[in-house]
């Protein structure tokens, strides 16, 4: 995980070259091996190096090659595979990531990053051509933000990076903060500051002088792949398969690799695997290391009695890291960064895991967040048991169903047999010309409210002055099938992706990469073809990946279904701070007067918390985080 940044003017004006090295020293922490930069007559870009391959330690960027100049933080998996079908292009005997990219370019122009598989956010300067070119990976493991003007363009991977540039200024995006607020997280280019946007997952840019500037989706799942097979057997060699592709990815470094282990299935399918293929293949690192949180009180948060079976199974390194010895809110770790007020509970957890990780070497560090995404989200497929006439398996399902979720049997009915059902008689895109009116004439009708409403902690300002855009989320027509429509909507889920935006500037600060076998673009098409009674079946999910790791990971990790949460933790944090004398935090942040909310039901509201008086609302974490934002930067 490297970083890049660059100025474009447009008009010849002077000034691009400090403007880059501007933007690169706001985030200097992600050039701990070298910040090297090139400048033309228009154009400055700069590289800021994080070596994790070999290939990376040989990598000189930015690459300038026949009027090309290429920055870029990638890692790219399909490298044999893509350098066969660029061998005429390349000017390297012995490609780096960056080299395959630009031979990518130079074959398939701004089709290239289609044929791309891995982590990258790149740019490409065209001096002949006076036009820039940018893409992210799929799932946006990689960022890329960027400013238009009239006569000048800004790209960086931070927004810091380009506040640090000349003339631009700090102007918080209250339609932004609005919908924060509200626990929105749509539109997913938008960031929280005024005329600075994101480059979406998926999605690239080219931008020309005049201030042209277009974005377009170059990747999307396949709404007519399906695979099917006679034997149950075969969908979960071929999820074992591409799985370890993978991990496999992943594990390519020349330093140590790191885990964040819990008892989980996600994280430890991918110990599992990545033990196994240095077992069979002798795939991995010097030392895979996994972290886990260690509770003395707190108990009930311990997973290490499940996480230890795989780490003795594989003689991997295991670091307890003390959870209940760190402060969650507030100075110095628990504090969100100058790029966005969204943090989780627990980023001063993981940054004194990461500490810890660093000091051993560690320059990669393994995740498995995508999981629940991809495998996880309790998504039905009854109706397709119903719809084959398959009675008796539907019934031996709605019992481990009802069994296991505690659910009754008329809401699993009205659930996974009557809405689908619904949403197959009616889609989404039928009549489209009739559904409004309905739709309108139910609203009016309800007792309740159509949507959620504003906490009462929204300042009246933004309540009044701030209109938020209907955001609809883009389902190919194709995707009929309920479970099939529910997987794609919550493979691309927004509060997913923002969660991955700050995990990845977070790994970043300590110089290590954030990497995901679960983001992997190759299995996302794959888990996307099968049925989903694939991935969910007898009542749990990710059953898919659960037996795929049968013989590789111990079974009482594989089939724990205890889902175990470190709230507790995060909650008595909250409790403590009143009495917590060397935080103060409750007032300095909880009671910080400013245009976006008012403090006195944010007050109410939290000492109703501690007096169990009102029920968790996520959005209270999210107006502290802003008090904690604002304070902090000074904005």
Known sequence: MSGLCGCI??????????????????????????????????????????N???????????????GLVLVADA????????????????????????????????????????????????????????????????????????????????????VKQLLAAPEVPARISEPMVAAYLQNRFEPLDWTFYEDIFQLKPAHALLAQSGGSCQTWRYWDVDPDKRIRYD?????????????????????????????????????????SMAGHLKETEGIGCPALRTYSWAFK??????????????????????????????????????????????????????????????????????????GDLLVGSWIFDNITLLRKGKVKTLWEELQAQHET????????????????????????????????????????????????????????????SV????VHKKVPSELRRFARRRRYETVRSSLQRRIGDWSERLFARHHITYADPWADRRLIEYVMAVPQHQVFQRGQNKSIARRAMRGLMPNQARTNLRRVSTTPLYERALKNAPEDETSGWSCAYLRQENSFLDVNPLVAHY????????????RFWLALCLNMWLHHHSL
């Open 9 to 50: 003017h447009w008009t010849n004006r002077p000034g691009h070259a400090q403007a880059a090295a501007r933007m690169a020293d706001a985030a200097a922490y992600r050039g701990p091996d070298g910040i090297e930069a090139w400048s033309g007559a228009r154009a400055s870009l700069t590289h800021l190096a994080l």
């Open 52 to 66: 994790v391959t070999a290939a990376d330690e040989r990598e000189s960027q930015p690459l300038v090659e026949d």
């Open 75 to 158: 890692r790219i998996d399909n490298r044999s595979t893509l350098q066969s079908n660029v061998r005429r292009q390349l000017r390297a005997a012995s490609p780096t990531d960056a080299d395959l990219i630009l031979a990518a370019y130079r074959r398939w122009g701004t089709d290239c990053p289609a044929h791309l598989i891995g982590d990258f956010a790149f740019a490409i300067w065209d001096q002949t051509e006076q036009q820039l070119f940018a893409a992210r990976d799929p799932m946006g493991m990689r960022p890329f933000h960027y400013r238009v003007e009239n006569d000048r363009l800004l790209f960086g991977s931070d």
């Open 231 to 271: 034997d149950e057997r075969d969908y979960v060699q071929h999820f074992r398969e591409v799985f370890a592709k993978a991990v496999r990815a992943r594990l390519r470094s020349s330093q140590p690799v790191g885990l964040f282990l819990s008892g989980g299935v996600d994280s430890g399918s991918i110990a």
């Open 297 to 370: 009180t707190l108990t009930q948060c311990d997973e290490r009695g499940v996480s230890s079976r795989i780490t003795d199974r594989y003689d991997f390194p295991s670091t307890p890291i003390d959870a209940e010895s760190v402060r969650l809110i507030g100075p110095p770790h628990g504090v969100p960064d100058r790029d966005s007020p969204f943090m989780s509970h627990y980023q001063a957890l993981l940054a004194k895991g990461l500490r810890g990780a660093r000091e051993r070497g560690v320059r990669c560090m393994l995740s498995g967040q995508n």
């Open 405 to 464: 979720l505690g659910l009754s049997f008329r809401d699993l009915i009205w659930r996974t047999l009557y809405r689908p059902i619904r949403a197959h008689i009616w889609p989404e895109d039928t009549l489209p010309r009739l559904r409004e009116p309905l739709r309108r004439l139910w609203r009016t009708m309800r007792p309740a409210p159509s949507s959620t409403p504003p906490p009462p902690w929204m300042s009246e300002h933004l309540r009044n």
């Open 467 to 470: 209109d938020l855009p209907s």
């Open 607 to 618: 000492e109703d918390r501690i007096e169990g008086e009102s029920e968790e609302d996520f």
